[in-house]
Nanobody, 131 residues
Framework: VQLQASGGGLVQPGSSLRLSCVAS????????IGWFPQAPGKEREGVSC????????DYADSVKGRFTISRASAKSTVYLQMNSLVPEDTALYYC?????????????????????????WGQGTQVTVSS
């Protein structure tokens, strides 16, 4: 199993970036994939996630209206379009995948970013927002 994240960079506040996460080695439709930034001294937390089962998405309040997660299933790729970036978005962005369990509740299926124990993690791509 591999998750390859890319697209990070150094940008000014107010700019945009698009991150990509290419997945391989697992059954795409059975998983949710999310983006988990980790800033120095802070815990890693999900900000944007998508279910490959039904395309439903989940966003943290801090990025709603600014970030958009999408997927290209034919390419096994998930994208994160980040607009109106602010310095607080600076972090190492990991993409991760979790197997959607058949016993999950409807709430769990729709709040993918809050699920525990993501199964697979990529190597991270650095996003730095600074003037």
């Amino acid at each position: 199993v591999q998750l390859q994240a890319s697209g990070g960079g150094l940008v000014q506040p107010g700019s945009s970036l698009r991150l990509s996460c290419v997945a391989s080695g697992f059954i795409w439709e059975y998983y949710a994939i999310g983006w988990f930034p980790q800033a120095p001294g802070k815990e890693r937390e999900g900000v944007s996630c998508v279910s490959n089962l039904d395309g439903s998405t989940d966003y943290a309040d801090s990025v709603k209206g600014r970030f958009t997660i999408s997927r290209a299933s034919a390419k096994s790729t998930v994208y994160l379009q980040m607009n109106s970036l602010v310095p607080e978005d600076t972090a190492l962005y990991y993409c991760a995948a979790i197997r959607l369990k058949p016993y999950y509740s409807s709430t769990q299926y729709s709040t993918q970013c809050t699920l525990n124990e993501y199964d697979y993690w990529g190597q991270g791509t650095q996003v730095t927002v600074s003037s």
